[in-house]
């Protein structure tokens, strides 16, 4: 079988295709209550639900509730183009560990936080498969709710190095990975306050900018910080972690009369309204990386009074430099084009490494066919290509998902069978892969008849499917197939 190019639609999501899960502790059982958290779930879960979200609302939930509402929410976050956590309540460090404490936590000792507790990781993990945007949102920066019940830089747990420690005032800074946003009420450090109202400055601010049309989400955090600023007397800074992935994107949809979002990222962020284009430069002139490749894109449209190639490779050699994989990925394209700069094809290769040693999958995956086909320059290497091409489908790539379940079917890859071969087309399935969708309902059979058998079980282990394991993708398996892709029947 030869190897597939999908066509990676990347854009705007559709408004019917984001989850949210908010989650508001107020009233804990064996710990001070809190005045404001639930009012806060409450007000930004009917924000959101009034933009378009599919919104799941948890108060006052204990341990066992919060973790079995976590394990759905994550298998349904895995077909959604963007899900978003917001949590209000008590959060605590301890030992570099960010832990969210549920209204049952009856703690003891350190080793209680992290047994009774929901961790930030756990959170991160949740929304860790949605498609294009992930978004983790703590309005829980408060003081040690334990007192001297345990101390946040006392180990919880064995550990070969001790991770870095962060003042007992906040929660520590996280390391969330590339593609997800973090967003907390207050810098690490700090404490974030209630207010004199009904709900917390932070959530007032992020209830009245995310139902803005047309705000790029990159932009609206930036204007809660500032509006949180303003209003609390520049005692609480609210702080943002990770990077969302180059996609431009807005929680409210278009502004009134502006065109819909496209799969080209070079017309998408063109649609960038002039005075949010500012806005980026301004954050682009101070570091941002995800600024200058949105700028970069823009200079890159032809069919814009902004298209200028020499102007984006300065912004995107300067975002790589900064440490950008995506920058990384898209300077080497030009410089295997030789758009805005001479053609030079180890340059390229060389950017091609270094975004995929920081596990950027499109560069991975890219790298792998190079290697297959033996192109700029490179010898033909169709062990080399196979390892990328697993590297980057472990990393949930799409085209990488679909291609090596086809080089298991063919029997290429040693020590993997039609059950490995059914795995990895279900994931590009629920990656979001349309075409991939497109090939198992008009051309199934160009997969053995073990590996659709083995595909028919993995989708009746999902609950999808209740049929004859028989390598038939009739009505009944097409219907499951849809489903795993996040299409309803």
Request: proline share 6%; glycine share 8%.
């Amino acid at each position: 079988m030869a190897l597939f190019v999908i066509c990676l639609a990347v854009p705007q999501a559709a408004l019917a295709n984001r989850v949210a899960l908010v989650i508001g502790i107020a009233k804990y059982q064996h710990i001070e209550s809190l005045d404001n958290t639930a009012n806060d779930a409450r007000l930004i879960a009917d924000t959101l639900r009034g933009i378009g979200f599919d919104v799941t609302l948890v108060v006052d939930a204990g341990y066992a509730e919060l973790a079995q509402t976590m394990d759905s929410f994550a298998f349904e976050a895995e077909t959604a183009e963007l899900a978003l956590i917001y949590f209000a309540g008590h959060g605590i460090e301890v030992q570099g560990e960010n832990f969210l404490v549920p209204a049952d936590a009856d703690v003891r000792s350190n080793r209680d936080v992290q047994r009774q507790s929901v961790s930030l990781d756990n959170l991160l993990a949740t929304v860790d498969r949605a498609r294009v945007m992930r978004i983790v949102i703590l309005d829980s920066c408060r003081n040690n709710p334990f007192g001297d019940t345990i101390d946040p830089n006392a180990e919880v747990t064995t550990q070969a190095a001790e991770p870095p420690k962060a003042p007992a005032g906040g929660l520590a800074p996280p390391s969330p990975d590339r593609g997800t946003l973090v967003a907390f009420a207050a810098r690490d450090g700090q404490v974030a306050l209630d207010g004199i109202g009904a709900n917390s400055p932070f959530a007032t601010a992020l209830a009245e900018k995310m139902k803005i049309p047309g705000l790029e989400i990159s932009l609206m955090f930036r204007q809660v910080r500032d509006q949180v600023l303003a209003d609390t007397f520049n005692q609480q800074e609210p702080h943002t972690y990770g990077s969302l992935s180059g996609v431009p994107f807005y929680l409210a949809g278009p502004a009134e009369g502006d065109a819909p979002s496209t799969g080209d990222l070079r017309v998408a962020w063109s649609a960038v309204r002039p005075d949010q284009e500012q806005q980026l430069v301004a954050l682009a002139e101070l570091g941002d990386t995800r600024s200058m490749v949105g700028l970069a894109y823009m200079r890159l449209n032809p069919e814009a009074d902004s298209f200028d190639p020499a102007e984006a490779v300065g912004l995107l050699t300067r975002a790589a430099e900064a440490g950008s994989p995506e920058a990384q990925f898209e300077l080497a394209k030009l410089y295997e084009r030789g758009l805005g700069v001479p053609q030079d094809f180890p340059r390229a290769l060389a950017l091609y490494q270094q975004a995929a040693d920081q596990d950027f999958a499109d560069a991975i995956n890219d790298l792998g066919f190079l290697y297959y086909q033996g192109e700029l320059g490179l010898t033909a290497d169709a062990d080399a290509a196979l390892k990328l091409f697993e590297r980057a489908a472990d990393l949930r790539h799409p085209q990488a998902l679909f291609n090596f379940s086809a080089l298991i079917d063919d029997g290429l890859i040693a020590g993997k069978g039609p059950n490995d071969a059914a795995g990895y087309l279900y994931e590009a399935l629920r990656s979001g892969a349309k075409d991939v969708l497109n090939l198992l309902e008009e051309r199934p059979n160009m997969f053995t008849p073990d590996a659709r058998r083995a595909l028919q079980k993995r989708l009746a282990d999902a609950g999808f499917y209740n049929g004859a394991i028989d390598g038939s993708f009739g009505p009944g398996t097409q219907k499951a197939i849809r489903l795993a892709f996040g299409l309803k029947a």
